[in-house]
């Protein structure tokens, strides 16, 4: 089975400042699918982004950016300008063709005034 | 389009206790889900079905069970409650298929189980 690695317990950003978060993952596959998913303390899993591993240009949705690596099986979230909304857990996810979504264990990331 | 709904938000069960866990859908999705967070652990998937009449195991899928007799809702039942199942619980759905693959799961809002 895939595994799913984010190494950041816990992170803190001043506002306004720029934060990256890091994911690592396992497969033996070539073609997968993965996510950022945010969860603010409303508990609303929200999806933030997502790379398919086909595609070699990195995704980005307005202050949200990724770095896929693919040869070095790494998917980092890169968030610009933070702001105080952006306060919440973050977690990595991998999907497959032959396996379900698979989930790192989160970072929980503050934002500070 | 409500999205994903889930009932109960909140449910405190005591041991030995049976209930169900409700989800609902209303964007055709075929693929849905369930799965739960612990602290520390992420979310692991409980059960999870392709289809309407088919449900397959995901990784923790031991005290509960499932059905899905329609496309558009995905009960799970917990069978006999422990406290080991004291969780928040979330429902998701796809457009995931067999042809298609792989795509974004949507989540429903969660339920907060409290097993005594």
């Known amino acids: 089975a895939q595994t799913v690695t984010q190494s950041q317990p816990e992170m803190s950003v001043q506002e306004a400042e720029t934060v990256t978060l890091s994911c690592t993952y396992d497969t033996s596959e070539s073609n997968y699918y993965l996510f950022w998913y945010k969860q603010p303390p409303s508990r609303q899993m929200i999806l933030v982004i997502r790379?398919?591993?086909?595609?070699?240009q990195n995704a980005t949705e307005n202050r949200f950016s990724v770095n896929f690596q693919k040869a070095a099986k790494s998917f980092s979230l890169k968030i610009s300008d933070s702001q105080l909304g952006d306060t919440a857990m973050y977690f990595c996810a991998f999907m497959s063709y032959s396996d379900d979504m698979r989930f790192g264990a989160g970072t929980r990331l503050t934002v500070k005034p | 389009n409500a999205g994903v709904t889930q009932t109960p938000k909140f449910q405190v069960l005591k041991t030995g206790q049976s209930m169900t866990l409700q989800c609902a859908q209303d964007?055709?999705?075929?693929?849905m889900s369930w799965y739960r967070q612990d602290p520390g652990m992420g979310l692991r998937l409980i059960h999870y079905?392709?289809?309407?009449?088919?449900?397959d195991q995901g990784e923790v899928p031991n005290g509960y069970n499932v059905s899905r007799s329609t496309t558009e809702d995905f009960p799970l039942r917990l069978l006999s409650a422990a406290p080991s199942q004291t969780s928040v619980y979330f429902c998701?759905?796809?457009?995931?298929?067999?042809?298609?693959?792989?795509?974004?799961?949507?989540f429903g809002p969660g339920t907060r189980l409290t097993v005594l």
């Open positions: 998701a759905s796809s457009y995931s298929t067999a042809s298609v693959g792989p795509d974004t799961q949507y």
């Open positions: 964007m055709n999705h075929e693929y």
């Open positions: 790379q398919e591993a086909y595609k070699q």
């Open positions: 079905s392709v289809g309407a009449g088919i449900t």
